[in-house]
């Protein structure tokens, strides 16, 4: 079965610790994403990454970081500078298309709840 | 900026009960209109993509309708597993990858 995993479900951060949430996915998709979802607010976008070895930040870049060594991989880390980590972590791929009736249909992993104690 | 308001944010039905859900967006040169379904916990499932005002698509119980300035979600008969946040998210012309969301509206539908 194609799709993107995240793991873990899961992640407890003490002050100051950095954290990584990993994302992989079999969908052979060149595009992916990682989304930062809050109580009452859309979705939104701290980097994406639509070749490997290249990656960009998106609104809410600050407090984070991003590797992307392989196509299937796309790990973001949470660092001591980001001071309101709490929150649903989501990530996302997609095949970039240009052209009319080309829409960029992202499609979603399950999420990772990071909670800092 | 591109923006996308739903409404309303929170809708209640009874079982069989059809109703609509509003996404109005602002974009500056609409490529494409998305919709989701997310159930608590999870990511979120893709549903549809419409491009263009007059298009309609259909999935189940489930029809989403695009004007100009903003689409509908239809949802005819709802039955309790139809409960669930749905999210719309508007694509602008000139991006190849940036997707604009709303907050969404989270559908309950009681048995």
């Known amino acids: 079965d194609g799709g993107i995993t995240q793991s873990p479900k899961y992640l407890f951060r003490k002050e100051g610790q950095n954290v990584t949430l990993s994302c992989e996915q079999n969908?052979?998709?060149?595009?992916m994403y990682w989304y930062r979802q809050d109580p009452g607010q859309g979705l939104r976008l701290i980097y994406y990454?639509?070749?490997?070895?290249?990656?960009q930040k998106g609104d809410i870049a600050e407090g984070y970081s991003v590797s992307r060594e392989k196509k299937e991989s796309f790990p973001l880390t949470v660092t001591s500078a980001q001071k309101n980590p709490t929150a649903f972590y989501l990530c996302?791929?997609?095949?970039?298309?240009?052209?009319?009736?080309?829409?960029?249909?992202?499609?979603f992993g399950p999420g990772t709840r990071l909670t800092v104690l | 900026e591109d923006q996308v308001t739903q409404s309303p944010e929170a809708l209640r039905l009874q079982e069989g009960e059809s109703s609509s859900l509003n996404c109005s967006y602002t974009v500056s040169g609409l490529r494409g209109l998305f919709w989701y379904r997310q159930d608590p916990g999870k990511g979120p499932e893709f549903l549809f993509t419409?491009?263009?005002a007059g298009e309609e698509k259909e999935k189940e119980r489930l029809k989403a309708t695009l004007t100009k300035k903003e689409s509908f979600l239809h949802i005819t008969a709802p039955k309790p597993e139809d409960s669930a946040t749905y999210l719309c998210?508007?694509?602008?012309?000139?991006?190849?990858?940036?997707?604009?969301f709303g907050k969404g509206t989270l559908l309950t539908v009681n048995p």
């Open positions: 998210a508007v694509q602008a012309g000139g991006s190849n990858y940036k997707l604009t």
């Open positions: 996302a791929s997609s095949i970039p298309r240009s052209g009319l009736k080309m829409g960029n249909e992202q499609f």
């Open positions: 969908l052979n998709h060149d595009a």
């Open positions: 990454s639509q070749i490997v070895n290249d990656f």
């Open positions: 419409l491009y263009s």
